[in-house]
């Protein structure tokens, strides 16, 4: 299985609400990664876990708020947000390298957000 | 031929012809790259990757060339097919750690 899911698909939501964006693997990954991809544009790392613990937060703003509850799961818990945070979401996994070497992420469909 | 503008950069190309994806990569020190496809509505997909200590590796249909001189990447498509039609990024890793960085992206048109 290299799938890696993404819920929901869609999701509108008002600069009140709070919401969160699930993801899944079950390919034995201990990297897990979410990046925010605007329209005609290359995919924006957000946040890296490292065998369920942040390793990399690239300044994103605290209303984006991920989590890892284990070793297959990670979510992306969403308050406040800003009409300009309206993108696809996209979520991966990967092997951990500490060396020097090749590796893969595999990424889901991702989560097209609308924030109005 | 290519087309630079506003939006993505478009190859426009034949169907049956070969393709062919330039990427030029920011780091020195990156010591890994990955060509993924993504189409409408998709997350990017895995083509090919390469290692810096190597300078050509082949796929089916594809071919990624890497020259760390002028640090650039390409990505050629062997008898390109309407499903080839795509926007495809290069990506690069530094040695340490898990982090990839994006390239700009080209969009792949295959005319019938």
């Known amino acids: 299985d290299t799938e890696v899911t993404q819920t929901p698909k869609h999701l509108v939501m008002g600069m009140t609400n709070k919401k969160s964006l699930k993801c899944e693997q079950h390919m034995g990954h201990r990297a897990m990664y979410w990046y925010k991809q605007k329209a005609k544009k290359p995919p924006e790392l957000m946040f890296v876990?490292?065998?369920?613990?942040?390793?990399i937060n690239e300044s994103v703003p605290s209303r984006f708020s991920p989590e890892c509850p284990n070793s297959s799961l990670l979510n992306l818990h969403l308050h406040a947000l800003q009409p300009e945070d309206s993108a696809l979401y996209l979520c991966?996994?990967?092997?951990?390298?500490?060396?020097?070497?090749?590796?893969?992420?595999?990424f889901g469909p991702g989560t097209r957000l609308t924030v109005t | 031929g290519e087309s630079v503008g506003l939006h993505l950069p478009t190859l426009s190309v034949q169907e049956g012809d070969n393709s062919i994806i330039n990427c030029a990569y920011s780091?020195?020190?990156?010591?890994?790259f990955i060509w993924y496809k993504q189409e409408s509505g998709k997350g990017p997909q895995f083509i090919i990757d390469?290692?810096?200590?190597?300078d050509k590796r082949q796929g089916q249909r594809v071919t990624v060339l890497l020259n760390k001189t002028v640090k650039h990447l390409s990505l050629q498509i062997a008898a390109t097919q309407p499903g080839d039609s795509a926007v495809y990024f290069c990506?690069?890793?530094?040695?340490?750690?898990?982090?990839?960085?994006f390239g700009g992206g080209t969009r792949v048109l295959v005319k019938p």
């Open positions: 990506a690069e890793k530094v040695a340490a750690g898990n982090k990839l960085t």
């Open positions: 780091n020195s020190a990156s010591d890994y």
């Open positions: 390469i290692r810096s200590n190597m």
């Open positions: 876990y490292s065998y369920e613990k942040l390793s």
């Open positions: 991966a996994s990967s092997q951990v390298h500490l060396v020097p070497g090749a590796y893969e992420q595999y």
